[in-house]
T-cell receptor, first 111, second 117 residues
Framework: DTAVSQTPKYLVTQMGNDKSIKCEQNLGHDTMYWYKQDSKKFLKIMFSYNNKELIINETVPNRFSPKSPDKAHLNLHINSLELGDSAVYFC??????????FGEGSWLTVV | AQSVTQLGSHVSVSEGALVLLRCNYS??????LFWYVQYPNQGLQLLLK??????LVKGINGFEAEFKKSETSFHLTKPSAHMSDAAEYFCAVSLIAGGTSYGKLTFGQGTILTVHP
């Protein structure tokens, strides 16, 4: 069973479109995250939710909107996609204060 | 604020040789330290972590790392490299605040490990 699963794995879309990436974890964790890995492989946190409450919101354009319908899900919606949004987006989860487990990543390409 | 520096963006070793990947961190408070591995087109897999206690930590696939507070280092080693170890390795630090890590991992820039036959 996949612990942290995200869909889609690959996404190619045109500039200006709106897209969503979904994430689910079956580990029973109370905290979920979105990290972004850019073209130089640099990883940086975007958002973190604890028990559906936003606790970390790094300097991210407001075109990016996370939504956590419940503790097991954290989706990422991106409006008006730009070329610079091309990256790998990783969902992750942890029990608050403990080890963070990552999903397989979603490769987003904006053309 | 915390930061992580991985010395050497590329490391190349022969199969059977010692693997040493260097990581230095900067943190104003005692940190949690992690090493993750990323295989091509895959996610991040936890290799090992240091929180408190024993400074030499053992991880999966024969890797280990030693926390040296005086040197602010957390270098990753493996005595004998295998071809399957070829991947990118990321060192990361997380703050402990009031005994609770907020889970904000700060990553180094990664080190690509190449293993030659």
């Amino acid at each position: 069973d996949t612990a942290v699963s995200q869909t889609p794995k690959y996404l190619v879309t045109q500039m200006g479109n709106d897209k969503s990436i979904k994430c689910e974890q079956n580990l029973g964790h109370d905290t979920m995250y979105w990290y972004k890995q850019d073209s130089k492989k640099f990883l940086k946190i975007m958002f973190s939710y604890n028990n559906k409450e936003l606790i970390i919101n790094e300097t991210v354009p407001n075109r990016f909107s996370p939504k956590s319908p419940d503790k097991a899900h954290l989706n990422l919606h991106i409006n008006s996609l730009e070329l610079g949004d091309s990256a790998v987006y990783f969902c992750a989860s942890s029990q608050f204060g403990n080890t963070i487990y990552f999903g397989e990543g979603s490769w987003l390409t904006v053309v | 604020a915390q930061s992580v520096t991985q010395l050497g963006s590329h490391v190349s070793v022969s199969e059977g040789a010692l693997v040493l990947l260097r990581c230095n961190y900067s943190s104003s408070v005692p940190p949690y330290l992690f090493w993750y591995v990323q295989y091509p087109n895959q996610g991040l897999q936890l290799l090992l972590k240091y929180t408190t206690g024993a400074t030499l930590v053992k991880g999966i696939n024969g890797f280990e790392a030693e926390f040296k507070k005086s040197e602010t280092s957390f270098h990753l080693t493996k005595p004998s490299a295998h071809m399957s170890d070829a991947a990118e390795y990321f060192c990361a630090v997380s703050l402990i605040a009031g005994g609770t890590s907020y889970g904000k991992l700060t990553f180094g820039q990664g080190t690509i490990l190449t293993v030659h036959p």
